[in-house]
């Protein structure tokens, strides 16, 4: 199973995480795109998709460019349950279609 980790942070009210470029590779990235989560066997599945105007039931955030990078919002659904006093990984995972889970980011003193 391949792991990709990014750092989740906090701008301003919510939180953010830069999407790795493996998940962007297939994209025609001068389009726009939305960030799909959805909750499928007890994980949160990601897949990127061109943006539309239709309304749907699952969870969606935009794509947005950010320097270098490629970013999104986390919906606060997702980050609920996750302690804000503790900081956090973002770990993309890919076993047949990309998921994510979080992992307490821990420092260790020198």
Wanted: glycine share 2%; charged share 30%.
């Amino acid at each position: 199973m391949h792991v990709l980790k990014r750092r989740l942070y906090k701008r301003g009210s919510s939180y953010e995480v830069t999407i790795p470029i493996p998940l962007l590779f297939n994209l025609d990235l001068k389009l726009k795109h939305d960030v799909i989560f959805d909750y499928k066997n007890s994980k949160w599945n990601i897949s990127v998709k061109k943006s539309s105007n239709k309304k749907a039931a699952t969870l969606k955030r935009k794509l947005y460019r950010r320097g270098s990078s490629y970013e999104t919002t986390i919906p606060l659904p997702i980050i609920l349950p996750l302690d804000p006093e503790k900081r956090y990984l973002v770990l993309f995972k890919f076993d047949g279609s990309w998921f994510m889970e979080f992992a307490e980011l821990k420092y260790e003193k020198k």
